[in-house]
């Protein structure tokens, strides 16, 4: 097991952030993460020590509660550094049990608190740990970068590196090149030469990950709040103090745009309504000068002040409430979880944690948890580079998921819709759309596609007149676009039923070679691991000789994905110990799945908890090889596998990606009408991956 202990040189490094980014890189590549933060820092004692919070919200670790910083100062004010450096230690120890890497943050430099750098080195020192350095790009030039970093080396190991794994720079200016920097920095000192410090990462200044909430301003402010709308999840990208005329600020009115103006402006009140009824997601009104817009011109606006634009009022003037808002922390607040997932993504994301594999040798054991299993799916989705087909091109988070995916460079996606429609919903949401995005127009290409229909479907009768009425479905006509090669997958779902997306294909990609039957998986991201479900979401009530094809066609997903493939029949019994006919159909089809494909390990019929839990596994079955370690879940029937992936993702609080098809030629795939935008994005890599295979999984 190795140690990383990350020091901050300079103020303001993001060493939050930048921790909690190298866990997730680090899970990525499938290494078991402990994390600590020994000592707590924060102005309010009453808040949660934010790194270890968010470890356990977000990346679902345990690190032990750190010690208060009233502590740390009563000691070394009676000069017990070594009873402090036991208590550091003592905690290190409950983070570092069967992990293959820890992962150790330090101390920011603070004025009232001018022990840091000393307490840093000695904590690296104690805990024998590598040392990562970290710090601030934005507004240093590289020798002033290699001066902090020298002093550092010097602080942490002495003239050679020593015990330096290497540097992070955060927020380095989107014009500047990393390895430029990286190689201006080596120059500028021969102390970096002499220790030739690998840059382990070069994480952009990006504003939009510094976009506070509605409801932190108004926090902040201690606003009176008139209505909230959508407090809670708009955010603060631009801030629009004005008292000028209306047609000087309607180009100001843009998506997350908070609109700051006296409240007897009732011209520019009018002008904000206006553009919420317009359907632009402002992020909000804030009235000032403790006035408010006569009770007339509230009236008119009420649809639009009833809706999602939140709209406060502050007691303060204009100059003193923005002032107030300059001052507002840059840090994100405890509850919001969902900035910092980004925030976490994002680190991750320009973090090159390959160096430090040296010093970590093989991991215990071979995993595919689920930052792994999201890293290795947007890699393999990358190469693939596939063109991928969405029917619904003017629904709004399938707009925003296509763009997410060309700037990502995922996957190319082709939108079926009306151009000037899907460019307005586009503003209208804040998303810029890549130039590369396909837009394609059904009403200029649809009857090219139907001579192709006719021939397919000729078999049962369809004339043109008929293919043409059936091409009005932008899903049959993407589905035509597949069976004809032009795309490579389709993903379909955001606002049609899975009927709708699935008919088409069975009509005219069908089945692929082998295949008796179209099913579905979902993969479930749990803490430790990925797991498979099968089927929720396609087939009602199989029989056994369906339920084999399931269990088949489930573990060659699993397999396809990296998930090592043990599959567990479930029923309400485990073995032969119950009867019925619910649980002799599943008997029979592990006899048919077993004698089919001796090569899987399969065995049921099985309880969940004698499938998940080993000590129940050993208990129920134990000379089974998939009691209690169970990767693939099969179940008997849609009602009990779509009420259970539910109630697992819901009550544990677990992502699931899908559900992802089984059995067809090419691959198509189904969304929830209740996807987020990272569900389809996922979804369109998943389909990706699917077609460069070569066929349907």
């Known amino acids: 097991m190795q140690t990383f202990f990350l020091a901050p040189i300079g103020f303001n490094a993001g060493l939050t952030s930048v921790a909690l980014g190298a866990i997730h890189s680090l899970e990525q590549a499938g290494l078991r993460v402990g994390f600590v933060k020994p000592i707590a820092q924060g102005a309010d004692p009453k808040e949660p020590e934010r790194s270890t919070h968010f470890a356990r919200a977000i990346c679902r670790l345990n690190p032990p509660e750190p010690i208060p910083m009233e502590r740390v100062e009563h000691l070394l004010s009676k000069g017990q550094v070594d009873q402090l450096m036991e208590e550091v230690v003592s905690l290190y120890q409950q983070a570092a049990n069967q992990v293959d890497v820890v992962l150790v943050e330090g101390l920011v430099p603070d004025q009232k608190q001018v022990f840091s750098t000393f307490l840093n080195t000695k904590i690296a020192r104690n805990l ?79 504003p939009e990950l510094l976009a506070p909430r509605t409801l932190d301003v108004a926090n902040h402010l201690k606003a009176r709040l008139l209505h909230a709308g959508q407090l809670t999840s708009r955010r603060v990208r631009t801030m629009v103090v004005t008292a000028r005329t209306v047609p000087n600020i309607v180009h100001l009115l843009k998506p997350g745009a908070l609109i700051i103006t006296p409240g ?40 639009a002040f009833t809706g999602g634009m939140p709209v406060m009022a502050s007691e303060s003037n204009t100059f003193d409430t923005s002032s107030a808002l300059n001052n507002m922390s840059l840090q994100v607040p405890s509850d919001d979880r969902e900035r910092m997932e980004r925030v976490i993504e994002f680190v991750a994301e ?13 991991p215990q054991e071979l995993r595919l948890p689920p930052p792994a299993f999201r890293y ?38 082709v939108l079926i819709g009306q ?80 009927a709708n997306t699935i008919r088409p294909a069975l009509q005219l990609i069908k089945t692929a070679p082998g295949a008796r039957i179209v099913s579905s998986v979902f993969f479930m991201l749990m803490p430790e691991q990925v797991l498979v479900y099968g089927d929720c979401a396609v087939n009602p009530d199989p029989d056994a000789e369906q339920l084999a094809d399931i269990a088949i066609q489930s573990a060659d997903s699993a397999a396809a994905f990296g998930i090592p493939p043990r599959v567990a029949m479930i029923s309400y019994s485990t073995g032969s110990s119950g009867s019925g006919s619910d649980v002799e159909k599943v008997r029979e089809a592990t006899r048919i799945a077993k004698e089919k494909r001796p090569d899987l390990m399969i065995d049921g019929p099985m309880q969940y908890d004698a499938a998940s839990v080993e000590s129940v596994g050993r208990q129920k079955a134990p000379d089974s090889a998939v009691a209690g370690r169970a990767t693939v879940f099969v179940f008997p029937d849609l009602n009990t596998g779509n009420t259970t992936y539910k109630a697992v993702q819901r009550s544990a609080n677990v992502v699931s990606v899908g559900p992802m098809l089984q059995g067809l030629r090419k691959p198509v795939n189904d969304l929830s009408r209740g996807a987020l935008v990272d569900d389809i994005v996922y979804t369109i890599a998943l389909t990706a991956l699917q077609a460069e295979q070569g066929e349907s999984i």
């Open 128 to 206: 024998q740990a590598q040392t990562i350095l970290v710090s601030a790009a934005d507004n240093l030039a590289s020798h002033e970068i290699a001066e902090q970093l020298e002093m550092s080396i010097q602080a942490f190991g002495g003239g050679q590196g020593g015990q330096i794994a290497g540097y992070i720079l955060n927020r380095v200016p989107k014009d500047q090149d990393a390895q430029d920097i990286a190689t201006e920095v080596l120059e500028s000192s021969s102390l970096m030469k002499k220790a030739r410090l690998p840059m382990l990462g070069a994480i952009p200044h990006e």
């Open 264 to 303: 007897d402006r009732e011209d520019i009140v009018l002008a904000t309504a206006m553009a919420a009824m317009n359907g632009v997601p402002l992020a909000g009104l804030l009235l000032t000068c403790d006035s408010m817009p006569d009770p007339r011109i509230m009236l008119l606006c009420q649809q």
């Open 350 to 362: 320009h973090l090159n944690v390959a160096p430090l594999k040296q010093y970590i040798g093989t």
């Open 376 to 413: 290795q799916l947007m890699e393999k989705a990358r190469k693939a580079n596939k063109r991928i087909v969405l029917p619904e091109g003017n629904e709004p988070r399938t707009i925003q998921a296509a763009a997410i995916c060309h700037e990502k460079g995922i996957a190319r996606c």
């Open 419 to 498: 151009r000037a429609e899907i460019l307005q919903v586009a503003e209208a949401q804040g998303v810029t759309l890549p130039e590369s995005v396909e837009i394609i127009d059904p009403n200029e290409v649809r009857g090219r596609y139907v001579p192709p229909m006719v021939e397919l479907r000729k078999s049962k009768g369809l004339n043109a007149p008929m293919a043409e009425q059936q091409l009005e479905d932008n899903v049959v006509m993407g589905t035509m676009m597949l069976a004809l090669d032009e795309v490579d997958g389709l993903v379909s779902g955001a606002v049609h039923t899975t």
